[in-house]
């Protein structure tokens, strides 16, 4: 609590990224490690899980903001991540819009009500 | 007894599924507000790119420093939920931050007084004096650090001076999408939260229906 508090990271298409950063949630480290990734179409699904990873692991970070799309892309990591900080967030893209039922959080609550639950 | 303790655990359970159904009908009234927020912020950062030209809006005109003006904060409730929430970093932040910038970035001498000089041996006399005098008085030239105060740099003067409107249309859109998740994050925490509850007490009160058929076939046999 004491200090500045967390950054707010975002992994997302170009126009995602660039209006986060003009909301003022940018910040490149003494490292030159930025807290975002503008994934064009050449980015390697490696390239996203790995940085998403290391998102996960840097304590400085409370939110993480990813595209619905790319989401899909790694859900294995995100659906691995159980942990309150950082909160991941799904958000839509602009040529995808967002897909409750695609979730990770929504799905977990709606997996409520299986019979798993119950085992 | 273990009817009274079975309907006590169903009234739980129904109380924990009303309070898991209105957390998930607000996440999702914020997720509508989220998403047509982000969405005007898209058609602002068009509308922008559009009057200044396609590539003056664009990952390129990223600055190369680039100082978070956002934070947000997380706080463990005593229920074990996170409350997060945003903050303006405060200009003394960003001072921190230059110190610790300044302090590994400095190269070269920080003196800035006058070095000594070789004067002439013309007379003996005259030096001895000039060194007592500086045995003296040599002042310990302590450095003297200029520090550039520059303010938080606004995002939006990396796109130019002059910006259209409509990029700092989206800015505020954007500003308030950055507050709307945090909330979201917090409601969805919680959300988490309420489901494993409601779990426990679900598997808590099947438990409690095992036990009656166990309980009334000892009462028959009594």
């Given amino acids: 609590m004491a200090g500045r508090g967390k950054l707010i990271a975002v992994i997302g298409d170009e126009d995602t990224c660039t209006g986060f950063l003009l909301g003022g949630i940018g910040e490149l480290n003494k ?9 064009e179409k050449d980015t390697s699904i490696t390239e996203i ?30 659906d691995a991540h159980m942990q309150s900080i950082p909160a991941v967030l799904e958000i839509p893209s602009k040529e995808h819009p967002y897909d409750a039922s695609k979730d990770s959080i929504l ?9 798993e639950d119950f085992r | ?10 009234l739980l359970v129904d109380e924990k599924l009303l309070h898991f159904m209105d957390q998930l009908e607000l996440l999702e009234e914020k997720r509508v507000a989220l998403n047509s927020l982000i969405e005007q912020g898209w058609l602002s950062i068009s509308k922008a790119r559009y009057s200044m030209g396609n590539k003056q809006v664009s990952a390129l005109q990223y600055a190369s420093e680039i100082e978070p003006l956002v934070c947000v904060h997380a706080r463990t409730l005593d229920n074990g939920e996170v409350d997060f929430f945003t903050k303006k970093v405060e200009q003394s932040c960003s001072n921190e931050t230059e110190k610790d910038t300044s302090s590994v970035e400095d190269i070269g001498p920080q003196e800035e007084g006058v070095r000594r000089r070789i004067k002439p041996k013309s007379d003996k006399t005259n030096k001895d004096a000039c060194e007592e005098e500086r045995s003296e008085k040599t002042p310990e030239v302590t450095p003297v650090r200029q520090k ?8 939006l003067k990396w796109f130019g001076i002059l910006v259209p409107q409509s990029l700092k249309q989206a800015q505020s859109s954007f500003k308030q999408v950055i507050e709307l998740s945090a909330e979201i994050a917090t409601l969805q925490t919680a959300m988490l939260k309420t489901r494993q509850e409601l779990v426990d007490s679900m598997k808590n009160k099947q438990a409690l229906q095992e036990k009656i058929p166990a309980a009334q076939s000892d009462q028959t046999v009594e």
């Fill in chain 1, 31 to 39: 490292n030159r490690k930025p807290n975002f990734l503008v994934v």
């Fill in chain 1, 49 to 78: 899980e790995e940085t998403f990873k290391s998102f996960l692991a840097r304590n400085d970070i409370g939110i993480i903001l990813i595209n619905q799309f790319i989401a899909e892309m790694i859900r294995h990591a995100i």
């Fill in chain 1, 107 to 115: 799905r977990r609550a709606k997996g409520m009500f299986s019979a």
């Fill in chain 2, 1 to 10: 007894m273990v009817g009274e303790k079975l309907d006590g655990s169903a």
């Fill in chain 2, 148 to 155: 550039e105060h520059s303010p938080q740099q606004d995002p």
